[in-house]
């Protein structure tokens, strides 16, 4: 069990860079700053770029330049590009800012480590994704409180760097967020049914829906506009996270399609929907009812560290300081 007491009596907070200023980045960039972190950001679209400025904002299109600043202010940067670019982009950190602490906020996680380790930056790599979006892109869709009270799963694979896993959960916790520590596979098992999955459903929902012609859609009220409201997220963004996240996705849409088959066998059988109902409403007060608690006592560096936030994270345990 762990024991009461602080996480740490002190963490690093080094400014903060941030490559990507779409609704995460943006909102991130926003967040830091609001919290008192010195931040700036990188973005390749100058109109992003120039709306950020608008706003009173450090951003630029220069990749290298920005890159050569975090170098020099040591600062931590944050990936918060598009799954297609995060390769490259790392090719461009391994270059420019080796030394630096890198997080991100892609939503699948193995994928991500299995390229930071290609490119040799594997000691100053934590993993990270806040549970936060909209289905809205882009700079001016960004909110300083996007993150708040929102989970933030900060990465505990093997061999972490316990300062720059301090530095990448004090940022989270900069912005509002409770941190959440997991390891990338479980992670990317657990989005699958939580996040990616859904994409699927609701796409298929609304191409339902659609289907019915004009007096369907005329009809649709609430349970069909929630149902498909990530239907509404860009394409591009929902096809890197599922692809991105196979296998994972995979056993998550199988297990469905079984539930609804067997649904579709007992309605035609037995003219009863029961079992399906009966277990989906069960299963969603075990998510509204679910027990969560507070990490305390464990010091990351410490003996054991690395498996012990991985079992609090597993049983519900949230981190809410350092």
């Not at 706003?55 to 600043?69: C, E, I, M, P």
């Not at 960004?142 to 896993?165: I, K, M, N, Q, Y």
Request: aromatic content about 4%.
């Amino acid at each position: 069990m762990c024991q009461p007491g602080r996480v740490s009596d002190t963490t690093s907070t080094p400014p903060v860079c941030v490559l990507g200023l779409g609704l995460i980045g943006g909102s991130l960039l926003r967040a830091a700053i609001h919290a008192g972190r010195r931040a700036w950001g990188h973005n390749r679209s100058a109109p992003s770029v120039d709306a950020a400025r608008a706003d009173g904002f450090d951003a630029d299109t220069d990749l290298v330049a920005v890159l050569q600043r975090a170098s020099s202010e040591s600062a931590l940067i944050v990936i918060a590009v598009p799954a297609p670019a995060v390769a490259p982009t790392l090719t461009a950190i391994a270059r420019y800012a080796p030394n630096c602490s890198i997080t991100d906020v892609v939503s699948v996680k193995t994928e991500v480590a299995s390229e930071v380790a290609r490119q040799g930056l594997s000691e100053h790599y934590v993993g990270g994704h806040p549970m936060a979006g909209t289905s809205a892109s882009g700079w001016k869709v960004g909110s300083t409180d996007l993150f708040r009270e929102a989970v933030w799963v900060v990465g505990t694979d093997d061999a972490v760097d316990p300062d720059v896993w301090m530095q990448v959960a004090q940022l989270a916790l900069d912005c509002g967020s409770v941190v959440v520590p997991a390891e990338s596979t479980e992670h990317d098992r657990a989005v699958a049914r939580i996040s990616h999955l859904p994409h699927l459903l609701a796409e298929s929902l609304a191409i339902t829906g659609a289907s019915g012609g004009p007096l369907a859609l005329g009809l649709a009220a609430g349970s069909f506009r929630d149902g498909t409201r990530v239907a509404a997220s860009a394409p591009s963004l929902v096809l890197a996270m599922c692809e991105g996240n196979r296998d994972a996705l995979l056993t998550a849409l199988d297990e469905a399609l079984v539930l609804l088959q067997d649904a579709r066998t007992e309605l035609s059988e037995q003219s009863s929907a029961a079992t399906l109902v009966n277990a989906g409403h069960a299963a969603r007060a075990t998510y509204d009812n679910q027990e969560t608690w507070e990490i305390t006592g464990i010091v990351p560096g410490q003996d054991g560290w690395i498996d012990d936030m991985r079992d609090a994270g597993r049983r519900g345990g949230r981190l809410h300081r350092l």
